[in-house]
């Protein structure tokens, strides 16, 4: 069997890593434009401030891959022909393969808005663009941050920490209300400015380039190469309150959208990404699609994207579990993690229904179960409190029962009723 996984996030590495690990003859091939594949997550914080390495966001190095005998293409993927199952590259080359991948994850979503596409304007989605985010976090100099939810807060919190003046706009007053529960949100948001973040809360109107200025002449400006638009000019945001913001830099964090053309353009089903199963398989019998790029079908309808790390690596292993012919994994509960201003959030399965029931830990750790009227632990969101989590996801998984006196009390240890 030869699989191409046309895209190198964490997502087609996974499914790569799972295929090669239960076929050891198999072919498998990945094509990224981008080359070897890396971690996300860091981009927005260690990687951001200098102190992890670019060689240690890498997952392996070259020589682990090709001990794997996993091929790495670097090339942009042109045309995915389904009658004859063939990959064709940028390069002129092509791949006919016996399965097909797709791993192609999302681009940065642009503003709707008059200067939404302006040149300069950052976001943050690859390894180049965390570079050219980390050449602006220069102390004294103003940064203005879109959108508040976890990129966003994120590089907040690591501007900031880096002498940045930030200014984080979003519309919503509790952004991560849907994923963490009011309460934790609330708790969350209320840190930028605790931190020093300046918060706006309303919708972008415009944005306005201001005329190039020498960068010699301005003490906020740092001895960088005046012939970037992010260093040598501002930016004027018109704002939906009445009221304008300047900034040296502008970052778009407001989500991204499904790399889907690739899917499109060789007619298989997409709506706001590619319409897959419960096993990862598109339309075409032998294409599977993974990551970002992916909505799950839903009784006969098109369930919502899952954006966060531990999906992606989950999409991956469903694939490869697929593509061998053996039982698709049961992964349990949903789960995603924060890190800023040096706490830990975290949030686990249905935050919108049950009831509330908190468990005050001190210190600013806490976490907010959502309880069914049965006993079922539905979800949980947390501050700091990990160890707590994890026998929260024990116990959701394994469909133990608890009791809401149970869960607010700080001396019930979870991990127990688990066992």
């Excluded at 100099?141 to 907040?156: F, M, S, T």
């Excluded at 089903?269 to 294409?287: F, K, N, W, Y």
Aim: aromatic content about 4%; charged content about 25%.
């Amino acid at each position: 069997m030869h699989v191409a996984i046309v895209g190198g996030g964490l997502a087609g590495f996974s499914c790569a890593q799972e295929v090669r690990r239960g076929d050891p003859q198999a072919r498998i091939t990945i094509v990224d434009p981008q080359g070897a594949p890396y971690d996300r997550p860091p981009l927005s914080k260690e990687y951001l401030t200098g102190e992890m390495p670019r060689d240690k966001v890498f997952f392996h190095d070259e020589q682990w891959f090709a001990e794997q005998r996993i091929a790495l293409v670097t090339d942009a993927v042109t045309r995915l022909d389904l009658a004859g199952l063939t990959v064709e590259l940028d390069g002129g080359e092509s791949l006919t393969v016996d399965r097909v991948v797709l791993a192609t994850g999302g681009r940065a979503r642009q503003l709707p808005i008059r200067g939404g596409d302006l040149a300069g304007l950052l976001s943050l989605r690859t390894l180049d663009d965390a570079d050219r985010l980390r050449a602006a976090l220069v102390p004294g100099r103003r940064l203005a941050i879109v959108g508040a939810g976890l990129v966003g807060a994120e590089v907040a919190s690591t501007a900031v920490a880096s002498g940045v003046e930030v200014t984080l706009v979003d519309p919503v007053e509790t952004p991560l209300l849907a994923a963490a529960g009011a309460l934790v949100a609330g708790r969350l948001h209320a840190m930028h400015a605790a931190h020093g973040v300046r918060v706006i809360r309303a919708a972008i109107e415009r944005i306005e380039a201001l005329p190039p200025t020498s960068p010699s002449l301005d003490p906020r400006s740092p001895s960088l190469d005046p012939r970037s638009p992010s260093l040598s000019r501002g930016y004027r945001l018109r704002l939906s309150d009445g009221s304008t913001l300047a900034a040296d830099d502008v970052l778009l964090a407001v989500g991204l959208v499904p790399d889907d053309g690739l899917a499109r353009e060789a007619g298989l089903e997409c709506e706001d990404g590619i319409l897959v199963d419960r096993a990862q398989r598109t339309s075409h019998p032998h294409v599977l699609a993974v990551g970002d790029v992916t909505r799950r079908r839903a009784e006969g309808t098109s369930g919502i994207r899952h954006e966060h790390w531990e999906a992606a690596m989950r999409s991956g292993h469903t694939a490869a579990a697929a593509l061998l012919g053996t039982d698709l994994p049961n992964h349990g509960a949903s789960w995603w993690w924060s890190d800023r201003y040096g706490v830990h959030a975290e949030g686990l399965g249905d935050l919108g229904t049950g009831s509330s029931v908190v468990r005050e830990l001190g210190d600013g750790a806490v976490v907010d179960f959502r309880l069914a009227d049965e006993g079922r632990l539905l979800g949980a969101a947390a501050i700091d409190a990990p160890r707590v989590v994890r026998a929260a996801r024990r116990l959701m998984d394994a469909g133990i029962p608890v009791t809401a006196e149970d869960l607010a009390d700080p001396s019930v240890d979870l991990r127990k009723l688990g066992r």
